[in-house]
Every structure is written in structure tokens, then in C-alpha cells.
């Protein structure tokens, strides 16, 4: 039997952080005619699968996350298990 575990990373840009690709993404909308969006923050996501067997996965993960996948500066990320 598999003991392997599915998570799903958010990783989004703090609040007040500038976030230049949704500041062009929101004025793409207004021109297309889509006035009813206030705002847009953009982010990203990762599925990763990880072998459970070895033990401490969450602080794996955590690890991972603060480490590679996320600038704990600027951003903050989610951990859902999936």
C-alpha cells in the first residue's frame, strides 16, 4: 500500500506588497469591458506528493515551502491537504 500524501501549496504576495502582474491583469478587464472587478492579486500553486513513511512530513513541507517555493519576505503561503 501507498504511503503517499497529496498537498496543495498557495503561495500569494503579502498584503501591501505591490503585485504588478495583477495591476495588469485588473486593467486588462476594465478594458475589456469587465468594470465589475475592484481588485486582483495574483498567485501561484503546487501539488506535491510526498512519501508519508519517513515521518515529520508537516515540517517537511513547512520547510520546503519557507525554503524553495515561497520568499518568506514578501509572501505567505497556504497548506492544504488534499
Given at each position: 500500500?501507498?504511503?503517499?500524501?497529496?498537498?496543495?501549496?498557495?503561495?500569494?504576495?503579502?498584503?501591501?506588497?505591490?503585485?504588478?502582474?495583477?495591476?495588469?491583469?485588473?486593467?486588462?478587464?476594465?478594458?475589456?469591458?469587465?468594470?465589475?472587478?475592484?481588485?486582483?492579486?495574483s498567485?501561484?500553486?503546487f501539488?506535491?506528493?510526498?512519501?508519508?513513511?519517513?515521518?515529520?512530513?508537516?515540517?517537511?513541507?513547512?520547510?520546503?515551502?519557507s525554503?524553495?517555493?515561497?520568499?518568506?519576505?514578501?509572501?505567505?503561503?497556504?497548506?492544504?491537504?488534499?
Open positions: 500500500m501507498s504511503d503517499n500524501k497529496k498537498v496543495v501549496v498557495y503561495v500569494r504576495l503579502k498584503d501591501g506588497v505591490l503585485d504588478p502582474q495583477g495591476v495588469t491583469i485588473h486593467k486588462a478587464l476594465i478594458q475589456m469591458g469587465y468594470t465589475d472587478f475592484v481588485s486582483v492579486r498567485g501561484r500553486f501539488e506535491l506528493e510526498i512519501d508519508d513513511s519517513g515521518g515529520d512530513i508537516d515540517r517537511k513541507i513547512d520547510e520546503v515551502c525554503k524553495l517555493l515561497a520568499n518568506p519576505v514578501i509572501e505567505k503561503y497556504v497548506v492544504e491537504k488534499a
